[in-house]
């Protein structure tokens, strides 16, 4: 979608490195969130944000972090990278529940 | 705790026939329900919604989904298929208390010629 811009759209990096992927919206939605997206497991929610400096976890948060420090970014990181985490991440953002979500196109991210 | 069940990770049909990709949800409290189309090395993409209006929800390309409550679904209908409909699907389920879209696991139609 236009509006929102993630960064990098691919990326291979080593187990054990940090990592951190950029969501950026023009959309001024409130609402912000991170999914993966794995074969047989369809989206799982990782992190989400209903505004600045306003974040909390979802099902699969474990050894990711994100941080908003403005409305129009919402940064994913990983703080060690393993194999596990080999996947697609989706941003993806709401002016409310209500709404629908609009997505990113998706950063591949492979740990090797 | 709300959730979404997509029968058949896999669905193929003829092209011009009938198009039924079936969601099941539960959720605690009157939900709101979506489905989502996803292309081949793209985002998601929304396709319909249902927020308590009408209980038939017609979206884009042709797709309509029910709600019926008594039966706790939201199957996703177009009464021919084409070429361009191959695709991946997802239903997601959101409960009325504020809390992120739950997706299910997906559902990939084919169309054959």
């Known amino acids: 979608d236009a509006g929102i811009t993630q960064s990098p759209r691919h990326k291979v990096t080593e187990t054990g490195t940090p990592v951190t992927l950029r969501c950026h919206q023009t959309?001024?939605?409130?609402?912000m969130y991170w999914y993966r997206q794995d074969p047989g497991h369809g989206l799982r929610l990782i992190h989400y944000s209903y505004g600045v400096k306003d974040t909390d976890k979802g099902e699969v948060s474990d050894g990711y972090s994100v941080s908003r420090s403005k409305t129009e970014d919402f940064l994913l990181t990983l703080e060690s990278a393993t194999s596990s985490q080999t996947s697609v991440y989706f941003c993806?953002?709401?002016?409310?529940?209500?709404?629908?979500?609009?997505f990113g196109s998706g950063t591949r991210l492979t740990v090797v | 705790a709300q959730s979404v069940t997509q029968l058949g990770s896999h669905v193929s049909v003829s092209e011009g026939a009938l198009v039924l990709l079936r969601c099941n949800y539960s959720s605690s409290v009157p939900p709101y329900l979506f489905w989502y189309v996803q292309y081949p090395n793209q985002g998601l993409q929304l396709l319909l919604k249902y927020t308590s209006a009408a209980t038939l929800v017609k979206g884009i390309n042709g797709f309509e989904a029910e709600f019926k409550k008594s039966e706790t679904s939201f199957h996703l209908t177009k009464p021919s298929a084409h070429m361009s409909d191959a695709a991946e699907y997802f239903c997601a389920v959101s409960d009325l208390r504020n809390t992120p879209l739950v997706f299910g696991k997906g559902t990939r139609l084919s169309v054959i010629a």
């Open positions: 959309e001024n939605h409130r609402y």
């Open positions: 993806a953002t709401a002016t409310g529940e209500a709404d629908g979500y609009t």
